[in-house]
């Protein structure tokens, strides 16, 4: 009798351990559940976010109408294809809008310490845009390209009073729009449109600005980015020869990317190859770290904070990281947009004769890119 009482309370503790063991699998996996629920809302309402951020309208190529209609004759008479409405001629070939594209927009601007997040009109210190990237992730591809924007590239940029009022519309340098509209939302929001309008009406879905800080926070968080010195840099530094290698760091990596010669015209174009370059190596330190731990974007972001100004939200960032693992950054995926550089003379107010260097962009180089870029061509064969 007692061996069975025995028998009968080890049963009752191996079914209460059973019980506690059950409960706390159970929990373990309504954690799990819950935690990948949520990263999916996440991702499913930054994917829907995203794609509601931007004018669903394709860009407006310039085209050729003569050149459209005989090959559309040509395929619809000799291939037996019937042409589509959003199909485009470029270079006697057929065209199709890649509308899967997320285009983002990264901008340094001129501003030492944090970045303010509220739009202020008052006396239009915001800062300029120094530096400007449009980022595009090709999502059926599984492409990134980067596309280098002079800051100097000469647009419309439209001034706003402390009401938020537009007062006026000048042509000049796209860099003191940002400025120019106060910074915060509504400086991001005419950067955007700004850049938008410079690229035939491309759809830009979201933007991130940083000051000078984060710059140099990121270079030290990655361990220093090496490069290659494109232009003779030897009245900053007697190292910085031209085709040297050099490390940056966070204590010079500003002054190298901000480096330009003043007196001469073009520089600034020079300095945009300068970083367009650490562009490409930083991005590339930046997805590898992500990969090896995806905890990094949270410290990055973490670290960064103070200093940067965005309207790009958990969510959205959720999905264009998962996204943006899963491309490659290939070299030859860096651009540059080209032009002429000219001079504008004026006479400042100690009698000194000085002048703006002007950035006018090449329309066809540009068309090229947005081609090359933004568009797939239709093989008329395999259809």
């Not at 042509?171 to 120019?180: K, M, P, S, V």
């Not at 990969?291 to 100004?309: E, G, L, W």
Request: charged share 25%; with cysteine.
């Amino acid at each position: 009798m007692e061996k069975t009482n025995r028998k009968k309370k080890r049963k009752r503790k191996r079914s209460g351990l059973e019980k506690v063991v059950m409960c706390l699998l159970s929990t373990v996996l309504i954690i799990v559940l819950v935690l990948g629920l949520a990263g999916t809302i996440l991702y499913k309402s930054g994917e829907i976010a995203l794609k509601a951020s931007a004018n669903a309208a394709e860009p407006q190529m310039v085209i050729d109408l003569e050149e459209i209609i005989k090959i559309r004759e040509e395929i619809e008479y000799n291939a037996g294809v019937a042409w589509q409405d959003d199909w485009v001629v470029y270079d006697g070939k057929v065209y199709e809008y890649r509308d899967d594209m997320l285009n983002f927009l990264l901008l340094g601007i001129d501003h030492d310490g944090s970045l303010s997040t509220e739009t202020k009109l008052s006396d239009w210190n915001a800062g300029q845009a120094d530096t400007i990237f449009l980022v595009s992730l090709n999502q059926t591809d599984k492409e990134i390209s980067v596309i280098g924007i002079p800051r100097n590239a000469m647009v419309d940029v439209e001034i706003y009073n402390s009401e938020s009022e537009r007062v006026e519309t000048i042509f000049n340098q796209i860099c003191l729009q940002y400025g120019y509209a106060g910074g915060g939302a509504l400086g991001l929001q005419k950067m955007k449109e700004s850049v938008s309008e410079l690229m035939c009406g491309l759809p830009i879905h979201g933007a991130c600005a940083v000051s000078f800080n984060a710059i140099s926070l990121i270079t030290d968080r990655l361990g220093g980015i090496e490069v290659v010195v494109p232009d003779d840099m030897t009245q900053y530094d007697k190292a910085f020869a031209q085709g040297s290698t050099q490390i940056l760091t966070g204590k010079n990596v500003i002054d190298y990317l901000r480096y330009r010669e003043y007196k001469t015209l073009g520089s600034p174009t020079t300095r945009l190859v300068r970083q367009k370059e650490f562009m490409r190596v930083a991005m590339g330190r930046v997805m590898q770290e992500i990969k090896n731990n995806p905890v990094f974007v949270t410290d990055i972001y973490k670290s960064v904070k103070a200093y940067m100004n965005t309207d790009i939200s958990v969510d959205e960032a959720v999905y264009i990281a998962s996204k943006a693992l899963d491309c490659t950054l290939a070299e030859q995926s860096f651009y540059q947009l080209s032009g002429e550089d000219r001079a504008e003379y004026f006479v400042r107010e100690n009698g000194v004769e000085d002048f703006y260097n002007d950035y006018y962009i090449d329309k066809e180089a540009l068309q090229k890119i947005m081609f090359e870029v933004y568009y797939r061509e239709v093989k008329v064969s395999d259809l």
